[in-house]
């Protein structure tokens, strides 16, 4: 099985900041990981896939980088939408998730 | 506008089974792989199971295989999963969620319904 290992798992931080999330992978998953972000009671969103690709739609303050093990997500302009938790997530071998990391306010 | 709506939810004992649907719209329903998602009170995600567009293929995660089956109706536009012999740990909402079709892309999950919650409990 393919373990995902997100870090940090909480960042606060303040609207206007740079946001980095990492997510690393047990096994080489090549590019195939995509990211997600989840707002309370809402089912998850797809922002980012093949480690780079915005989703349509996403801003583009949003963006996806790595390949094989090491993953990082990057909000280059925390706005007030923004504040939720997001889940990395591979899908070489099945699907696994990241344990998640909620951006909260500081 | 591609929908999807998960039902079937509630309160079950332990040992308990219980049977989900997902109603699928707005999309060619048979021509998806679609999978069950899983997330406990407060908790990250779980991936819990696939089915191909056609229903003849079908995997699960180690923690539900043998006691959860997913299933489809594709003259329905429905998926389900049905939950047996159900333990206190799989209290979560689930959630149905579309596998992406561009190949490019590889396997996303490009659309997710709103989850229906499972709780087992005596």
């Known amino acids: 099985d393919i373990q995902m290992t997100q870090s940090p798992s909480t960042l606060s931080a303040s609207v206007g900041d740079r946001v980095t999330i990492t997510c690393r992978a047990s096994h080489s998953i090549s590019s195939l990981l995509a990211w997600y972000q989840q707002k309370p009671g809402k089912a998850p969103k797809l922002l980012i896939y093949?480690?780079?690709n915005l989703e349509s739609g996403v801003p583009s303050r949003f963006s996806g980088s790595g390949s094989g093990t090491e993953f990082t997500l990057t909000i280059s302009s925390l706005q007030p939408d923004d504040f939720a938790t997001y889940y990395c997530?591979?899908?070489?071998?099945?699907?696994?998730f990241g344990q998640g990391t909620k951006v909260e306010i500081k | 506008e591609v929908q999807l709506v998960e039902s079937g939810g509630g309160l079950v004992q332990p040992g308990g089974s219980l049977r989900l649907s997902c109603a699928a719209s707005?999309?060619?329903?048979?021509?998806?792989?679609m999978n069950w998602v899983r997330q406990a009170p407060g908790r990250g995600l779980e991936w819990v199971s696939y089915i191909s567009g056609g229903g003849d293929s079908m995997y699960y995660a180690d923690s539900v295989k043998g006691r959860f089956t997913t299933s489809r109706d594709n003259a329905e536009n429905s998926l389900y999963l049905q939950l047996n012999s159900l333990r206190a740990e799989d209290s979560a909402i689930y959630y149905c969620?579309?596998?992406?079709?561009?190949?490019?892309?590889?396997?996303?999950?490009?659309?997710w319904g709103q989850g229906t919650l499972v709780t087992v409990s005596s």
């Open positions: 997530q591979q899908y070489n071998t099945f699907w696994t």
């Open positions: 969620a579309r596998v992406g079709q561009s190949a490019a892309a590889g396997q996303i999950f490009d659309y």
């Open positions: 707005g999309f060619t329903f048979s021509t998806y792989e």
């Open positions: 093949k480690a780079s």
